[in-house]
């Protein structure tokens, strides 16, 4: 099970990979551009197929891909491709320079890269991630709408003897607590809850909500026990409780003072309706941009955990082995399949919103740079149109190629740590 596990997250990753790069190869022949090659993988070929004037093949190690595109680069100020200069960065500008014209032949002039408009090479190299980000949505709907995810709900769980305070972090009560509500009214494990204060409601935040804000109150419970419908009156009482945020999750170690029943709510598989996914998927769009801002800030703890033993931290960057040894755990949990195979959609899932969010940055060689560099270009010449002045031409994106390499060296090192973190400390699922 462990190995299907990894085989299921393993073929999710070249299908994302694949669907990537199938949205800037499609804008591509959209817009004329010449693609001599489709690949999904890096090194060797393994497989290969040319179809029109494109080679689609797959390559020896899966964890990328890529389209190659003519003219990514413009030439030179001298119109020449085969100009180097001694400068080493210098030698980086010419070398991608060229490399755009390696494969050029008769006819390539009119279906050069950067011979498009500023507006098409933007929507050539924002279509990869784009299509990460609607596969991300599609995977993610399937499971809050057709598989359901577990949370909390109206189900009474267990009922407490006595009022805590929840910062006390203490389960026995001692005789000077006050009884819990939900214990003096009568409340038991099993009972559902459909209406309180006469207000009905199936959502447990909405519940939770509800008895946060009638401390002191008196209030009608109508619940279902055994198929009978009964009404409970509690005097909801006054307690230290958890905070919780905007979206209904509890914020570690912060209380409120709030309107307290006494009651654990059991958990459950819930389907949720399309205005619950959208919002669910807002805030984890929220949270995802949250963990790469703070991606930086969490090297330090990761190096520790790669190399001092150090316990690895539930929110700890994983990169593709760590999240196929969590595919694979998936597979081995005590669950039904079918929330097996919804968990390991979601991985998925949420594999491609970070490439989404991840490729977005305007950094280069990453397509949010090649966007950056197209809108910069449009900003220019608009103004120079503005101020009649000469047409400046297009923005050489090779002269950023430095900054790139420094860019994707500081990616591959990241990478690497990740890498030797995932192997002697992996994420584990709790």
């Known amino acids: 099970m462990m190995i299907l596990g990894i085989v299921v997250f393993a073929v999710g990753l070249l299908v994302s990979i694949a669907w990537h790069e199938l949205g800037h190869l499609s804008t591509a022949k959209l817009f004329g551009i010449r693609v001599p090659q489709y ?53 980086m500008i010419e070398d991608a320079r060229s490399a755009a014209f390696e494969e050029l032949e008769p006819g390539d002039e009119s279906r050069l890269f950067y011979t498009r408009k500023p507006w098409k090479r933007v929507i050539v190299m924002f279509a990869g991630p784009f299509m990460n980000l609607i596969l991300a949505v599609a995977l993610f709907l399937t499971v809050l709408m057709g598989f359901g995810i577990s949370q909390q709900t109206n189900t009474v769980s267990s009922v407490s003897e006595c009022v805590i305070a929840q910062s006390q972090n203490r389960d026995t009560c001692k005789k000077s607590d006050p009884a819990s509500p939900a214990a003096a009214a009568g409340l038991k494990a099993g009972d559902k809850i459909v209406s309180f204060n006469g207000v009905k409601t199936t959502d447990w935040n909405k519940l939770s909500n509800l008895i946060r804000a009638t401390p002191g109150k008196t209030v009608p419970i109508v619940v279902e026990r055994k198929g009978q419908s009964l009404t409970l009156n509690a005097k909801i009482a006054s307690n230290q409780v958890a905070k919780k945020d905007s979206s209904g999750q509890i914020v570690q170690g912060q209380y409120v003072t709030a309107g307290f029943l006494g009651f654990s709510a059991a958990t459950g598989i819930v389907r949720q309706d ?41 929110d700890s960057p994983m990169g593709v082995v760590g999240a ?6 998936i597979f081995t949990l005590d669950i039904p399949p079918t929330q ?56 050489d994106v090779a002269k950023l190629m430095p900054v790139a ?26």
């Open 39 to 91: 690949m999904v993988g890096f090194g060797p070929t393994i497989w290969s197929k040319r179809k029109g004037d494109t080679e689609y093949g797959f390559k020896a190690i899966p964890f990328g891909g890529y389209i190659r595109m003519i003219g990514m680069f413009p030439p030179g100020p001298d119109g020449r491709i085969e100009s180097r200069s001694t400068s080493p960065w210098r030698s």
């Open 324 to 329: 196929a040894r969590v595919g694979g755990e």
């Open 405 to 430: 390499y420094v860019v994707a060296g500081i990616f591959v090192c990241f990478t690497l740590l990740v890498l030797v973190a995932d192997v002697v400390n992996p994420v584990k699922i709790s």
């Open 340 to 395: 097996q195979l919804a968990m390991a959609l979601m991985l998925v899932a949420g594999f491609n919103l970070s490439l989404f969010l991840f490729n977005m940055l305007p950094l280069l060689p990453l397509d949010g740079g090649h966007v950056a560099g197209a809108l910069w270009e449009a900003l220019r010449r608009n103004l120079a149109k503005v101020l009649k002045r000469p047409d400046p031409g297009p923005f």
């Open 274 to 314: 399309f205005g619950d996914s959208v919002t669910w998927m807002g805030d984890r769009m929220g949270e995802a941009v949250d963990s790469i801002a703070a991606l930086p800030g969490k090297i330090p703890a990761l190096w520790n955990a790669a190399f001092d033993g150090a316990p690895r931290q539930a």
